[in-house]
């Protein structure tokens, strides 16, 4: 084929897609945008050499853009591009040496370039410009309509603009290259400020869910601009997946991705493998054939354009032993940076952070759940007694696993009166569960079919736990209640407890006084009993301490602001009503709280 032929103007230059001149080419920040800086150099060519048109001429695989330009006729002007069928710079990128050309149209290398005929180029004097390490990322050049016989002067003077110009080129690389630095110091600054917060983050709650929401918001933006979090169960398939974006508008498209993903990996997913093998998956270059090839939705795909995928890395979520519970998925958009080796050892340090998380949230999912069923074991069935009504809750405290020591009671005597009991055993393990219930059964065993007065029986409760060496101190309240014409008659002794609160029908609240030493102590003291009468309507509550009792105030003001919930309540609360009210308020509870309350009917 001849140089002149009509495939001339297809041949590629190689030096154009170079990898290493377009990341310098990207480097300096520039596009067909005007740059004054750039613009003065194009001037002064022009005015030096007395030329029409003067370009400062970038060249990347595909066009050439003007960042400096003079004297460019319209569209051109406008636009400051060209595509390489229109470029004569893009052979100074080739031959890295001057091209100097009198008449363009009588050289076989580029008389068939569009620029001559739709640019009116004739005359052309480029010269290279290059970045520090001598590439050539385009040209200084000179143009003129009409032939021209181009001096020395006119060379050494356009190589000594080009020569300037580079070093402008050159001073943009190294601005571009510090910032680029500096971004990345305090990005490894706030990975490490990240992952040295990580453990205390993920450690601060025992929920599963909450600790993946915390990961996932940990890590997006600053390590991806989306996320994915996918855990397994006992067979190893997909139980659950939670995203977050960075843009908040895409919050239903992800969950959307998230609900189809679970159950919707095809055989060659990536996520699937790094699920299978324990090893992570990085593309540090992806698109949407990606999403295709790994899914078997196709729905999936279209989403995926919409949350914008460019690179992605995904590692495996190891338990104790290496056993692989999850993945974490990292996703960057089209334009964000490809990941690297240093986001996969962060990406690995955050899996096996978040295996420890959810492996242990997992662990105390399950140890809760066993010391609620002990603790809910324990506690008794209301009676049902004619002329009162009974209502009672147990609840243990939030985020802990530990059986609780707070218990409740009522049973109904042959003689037709009803005991009731609430007490706290101190600790809260199942040594302190183990005791309470062995507590809760003296109490029973001690007043069952007795007629003596309450406080005689918590003397004798306080006998009992001496001589049987129940190892703990105790707090309790003991009631005898006894139907008569004129409502309830409420007889109680206080060890150590607090008191119990009278609800009046009318909606008024009074604490009943009278409180005593704890049980258990080494010498038994003396009881004192008390009497109260429940009017029909009257509400009688036993609580523990959980109700009221907060590290960041005195149990006092605890106390203050249940009477005045209960007043702010109203009168006329049915019982059931009442206890949950009183335990949706103690939200975040720091202590177990029961609750026994009854009412004269």
Same mark, same amino acid.
């Given at each position: 084929?001849?140089?002149? $032929?009509?495939?001339?103007?297809? &041949?590629?230059?190689?030096a154009l897609s170079d990898r290493d001149r377009l990341r310098s080419l990207a480097e300096t920040d520039l596009d067909?945008?005007?740059?004054?800086?750039?613009?003065?150099?194009?001037?002064? &060519?022009?005015?030096?050499?007395?030329?029409?048109?003067?370009?400062?001429?970038?060249?990347?695989?595909?066009? #050439?853009?003007?960042?400096?330009?003079?004297?460019?006729?319209?569209?051109? +002007?406008?636009?400051?591009?060209?595509?390489?069928?229109?470029?004569?710079?893009?052979?100074?990128?080739?031959?890295?040496?001057?091209?100097?050309?009198?008449?363009?149209?009588?050289?076989?290398? &580029?008389?068939?370039?569009?620029?001559?005929?739709?640019?009116?180029?004739?005359?052309?004097?480029?010269?290279?410009?290059?970045?520090?390490?001598?590439?050539?990322?385009?040209?200084?050049?000179?143009?003129?309509?009409?032939?021209?016989?181009?001096?020395?002067? !006119?060379?050494?003077?356009?190589?000594?603009?080009?020569?300037?110009?580079?070093?402008?080129?050159? /001073?943009?690389?190294?601005?571009?290259?510090?910032?680029?630095?500096?971004?990345?110091?305090?990005?490894?600054?706030?990975?490490?400020?990240?992952?040295a917060g990580m453990s205390e983050m993920l450690g601060g709650t025992l929920d599963v869910a909450t600790a993946v929401?915390?990961? +996932?918001?940990?890590?997006?933006?600053?390590?991806?601009?989306?996320?994915?979090?996918?855990?397994?169960?006992?067979?190893?398939?997909?139980?659950?997946?939670?995203?977050?974006?960075?843009?908040?508008?895409?919050?239903?498209?992800?969950?959307?991705?998230?609900?189809?993903?679970?159950?919707?990996?095809?055989?060659?997913?990536?996520?699937?493998?790094? /699920?299978?093998?324990?090893?992570?998956?990085?593309?540090?270059?992806?698109?949407?054939?990606?999403?295709?090839?790994?899914?078997?939705?196709?729905?999936?795909?279209?989403?995926?354009?919409?949350?914008?995928?460019?690179?992605?890395?995904?590692?495996?979520?190891?338990?104790?032993?290496?056993?692989?519970?999850?993945?974490?998925?990292?996703?960057?958009?089209?334009?964000?940076?490809?990941?690297?080796?240093?986001?996969?050892?962060?990406?690995?340090?955050?899996?096996?952070?978040?295996?420890?998380?959810?492996?242990?949230?997992?662990?105390?999912?399950? #140890?809760?759940?066993?010391?609620?069923?002990?603790?809910?074991?324990?506690?008794?069935?209301?009676?049902?007694?004619?002329?009162?009504?009974?209502?009672?809750?147990?609840?243990?405290?939030?985020?802990?696993?530990?059986?609780?020591?707070?218990?409740?009671?009522?049973?109904? !005597?042959?003689?037709?009166?009803?005991?009731?009991?609430?007490?706290?055993?101190?600790?809260?393990?199942?040594?302190?569960?183990?005791?309470?219930?062995?507590?809760?059964?003296?109490?029973?065993?001690?007043?069952?079919?007795?007629?003596?007065?309450?406080?005689?029986?918590?003397?004798?409760?306080?006998?009992?736990?001496?001589?049987?060496?129940?190892?703990?101190?105790?707090?309790?309240?003991?009631?005898?209640?006894?139907?008569?014409?004129?409502?309830?008659?409420?007889?109680?002794?206080?060890? =150590?407890?607090?008191?119990p609160l009278v609800i009046r029908v009318d909606g008024t609240v009074s604490v009943a006084t009278g409180r005593g030493?704890?049980?258990?102590?080494?010498?038994?003291?003396?009881?004192? $009993?008390?009497?109260?009468?429940?009017?029909?309507?009257?509400?009688?509550?036993?609580?523990?301490? $959980?109700?009221?009792?907060?590290?960041?105030?005195?149990?006092?003001?605890?106390?203050?602001?249940?009477?005045? !919930?209960?007043?702010?309540? =109203?009168?006329? &609360?049915?019982?059931?009503?009442?206890?949950?009210?009183?335990?949706?308020?103690?939200?975040?509870?720091?202590?177990?709280?029961?609750?026994?309350?009854?009412?004269?009917?």
């Open positions: 084929m001849s140089e002149d $032929g009509p495939a001339r103007a297809t &041949v590629p230059i190689p067909a945008v005007a740059d004054e800086s750039f613009d003065r150099f194009a001037r002064l &060519v022009g005015d030096l050499l007395d030329v029409p048109v003067a370009l400062v001429s970038l060249v990347d695989a595909d066009r #050439q853009f003007f960042p400096g330009a003079a004297g460019l006729p319209e569209p051109w +002007a406008d636009r400051r591009q060209t595509p390489l069928s229109h470029s004569l710079c893009q052979h100074v990128v080739d031959i890295e040496m001057p091209l100097v050309l009198p008449d363009a149209r009588l050289y076989p290398r &580029v008389r068939l370039n569009l620029a001559i005929k739709d640019l009116g180029v004739v005359a052309y004097a480029g010269m290279p410009l290059t970045d520090l390490d001598g590439r050539v990322l385009g040209s200084l050049c000179a143009i003129d309509s009409k032939p021209r016989a181009w001096t020395g002067e !006119q060379m050494r003077t356009l190589a000594d603009l080009a020569a300037a110009c580079s070093s402008e080129l050159r /001073l943009r690389i190294a601005l571009r290259g510090a910032e680029g630095a500096r971004r990345r110091a305090e990005e490894a600054h706030d990975r490490l400020a990240m992952l929401d915390r990961l +996932a918001h940990a890590m997006v933006p600053l390590l991806a601009d989306w996320c994915l979090i996918t855990l397994v169960d006992p067979a190893g398939r997909p139980r659950s997946v939670t995203g977050v974006h960075r843009d908040t508008d895409r919050g239903s498209d992800l969950a959307r991705f998230a609900l189809l993903l679970t159950t919707n990996l095809g055989p060659a997913s990536q996520i699937r493998a790094v /699920l299978r093998t324990g090893r992570p998956v990085m593309r540090g270059a992806a698109d949407l054939d990606d999403v295709a090839r790994g899914t078997t939705e196709p729905e999936l795909v279209s989403l995926a354009e919409r949350l914008g995928v460019g690179s992605h890395l995904t590692v495996p979520i190891t338990a104790a032993g290496g056993r692989v519970i999850g993945a974490v998925t990292l996703v960057n958009r089209p334009g964000r940076r490809g990941f690297d080796d240093s986001d996969l050892r962060t990406a690995q340090d955050l899996g096996v952070r978040a295996g420890q998380a959810v492996g242990n949230s997992r662990l105390y999912g399950e #140890q809760r759940h066993v010391a609620e069923v002990l603790q809910h074991s324990m506690l008794p069935t209301l009676p049902a007694v004619p002329g009162m009504e009974l209502a009672a809750r147990y609840l243990p405290a939030a985020d802990r696993v530990e059986v609780g020591g707070d218990w409740y009671d009522a049973f109904v !005597q042959p003689d037709g009166e009803l005991v009731a009991a609430i007490g706290d055993v101190a600790g809260h393990d199942i040594e302190a569960a183990a005791t309470m219930g062995q507590l809760r059964n003296l109490v029973r065993g001690n007043a069952y079919g007795r007629v003596d007065p309450v406080e005689k029986l918590v003397a004798h409760l306080d006998r009992a736990m001496g001589g049987l060496r129940v190892p703990t101190v105790a707090t309790a309240v003991l009631a005898r209640v006894r139907p008569t014409a004129d409502g309830l008659l409420v007889s109680w002794c206080n060890a =150590g407890h607090p008191p030493p704890l049980l258990g102590l080494a010498r038994p003291p003396r009881r004192t $009993g008390r009497t109260l009468l429940l009017a029909p309507g009257d509400t009688l509550l036993l609580h523990t301490d $959980g109700l009221i009792e907060r590290r960041d105030q005195p149990i006092d003001e605890g106390q203050a602001e249940l009477l005045q !919930q209960i007043t702010d309540g =109203g009168p006329g &609360v049915p019982l059931n009503l009442l206890c949950d009210r009183l335990l949706a308020a103690a939200d975040r509870r720091e202590d177990d709280v029961a609750l026994l309350a009854l009412r004269a009917a």
